[in-house]
């Protein structure tokens, strides 16, 4: 039987033997779902975000994803500054009580550098490293590290987004990222492969990836899927944003069907309860087949 994967994520691994939980904490104002819970007077609340993500420790999450910019479809951007402002705190909160592993989710390299330098294990970028600098700032540490497929930007990936053979072209562009991360000279078992499910993607090249995950999952590292509570989600139910759980639950152990390892979610508790269920009947399955 194969081994599972060991996640290095600095100082720590996070094994993965079957697939795990990553809890989303939005510090941002306008984030399409949660935005604006931790935001007291213009600031982050850090004693609300820990108590956060102690929720989601206690829930069963293994990482925690801090995020101070938000990448909705149109979102704008923010100042360095200001994420810096938002995130490193947060982390430095964190790094000292949480168990679960600490991520940002970033592309700026000065945010990477001071949230690893906080201690933060992970870094979650949507860009894959392609803003100049990224690439340096990750290989220089041991943390763990997600690279995304997006078509676009945040500002016009869903206007008209366009693919011949959506999985493919996924594919072919994740695997040029893994060979320039490798090239910088990252170890292979720091890194995890996300898809971008909504990030420059319509409703059917969405269902198409969802459908063909192992074909992105051979590439031999681990998948995270970010499905909750998306637009996709609305687009098949007809739901609004905050009732979209059970489609999101659903679409998620679809995912784990098709190799995912990590699964990216706002509601920690329902991700926990479906991996468990969908583990005790996948007993042979639960290690990653490369």
């Not at 904490?25 to 108590?51: C, H, K, Q, W, Y």
């Not at 490798?182 to 170890?187: E, K, M, R, Y």
């Not at 190799?259 to 509601?267: E, F, K, N, Q, T």
Request: net charge negative; charged share 20%.
């Amino acid at each position: 039987m194969p081994q599972p994967f060991l996640l290095q994520c600095g100082a720590r691994r996070l094994e993965l033997s079957q697939p795990r939980v990553m809890g989303i904490l939005n510090l941002t104002p306008d984030s399409f779902s949660d935005g604006g819970r931790f935001v007291r007077r213009g600031r982050i609340d850090v004693v609300a975000v820990e108590a956060a993500a102690m929720d989601m420790v206690a829930a069963g999450a293994a990482i925690i994803d801090l995020g101070g910019e938000s990448t909705r479809p149109g979102a704008d951007d923010v100042s360095e500054a200001e994420e810096l402002e938002r995130v490193v705190p947060a982390v430095e909160r964190l790094a000292g009580t949480c168990e679960a592993v600490i991520s940002v989710d970033t592309s700026r390299p000065a945010v990477m550098r001071a949230a690893i330098e906080a201690g933060a294990g992970m870094v979650n970028d949507v860009r894959a490293l392609t803003q100049p600098g990224a690439l340096e700032a990750v290989a220089a540490s041991s943390v763990a590290l997600c690279l995304m497929h997006m078509q676009g930007s945040p500002q016009s990936m869903q206007v008209e987004p366009e693919y011949g053979d959506v999985v493919g072209e996924v594919r072919t562009y994740l695997a040029e990222r893994v060979a320039v991360a490798v090239a910088a000279g990252i170890d292979p078992g720091r890194l995890v492969l996300d898809p971008g499910f909504g990030f420059g993607k319509s409703l059917k090249h969405n269902l198409g990836l969802l459908a063909q995950l192992r074909a992105l999952a051979a590439l031999g590292c681990p998948l995270l899927v970010g499905i909750s509570r998306k637009r996709m989600i609305g687009d098949l139910t007809g739901r609004p944003v905050d009732e979209r759980l059970a489609g999101t639950v659903a679409a998620n152990v679809l995912a784990l069907q098709q190799g995912a390892l990590i699964l990216r979610v706002h509601d920690v508790a329902p991700a926990v309860d479906a991996v468990r269920v969908w583990a005790a009947c996948n007993r042979e399955q639960v290690v990653y087949e490369s």
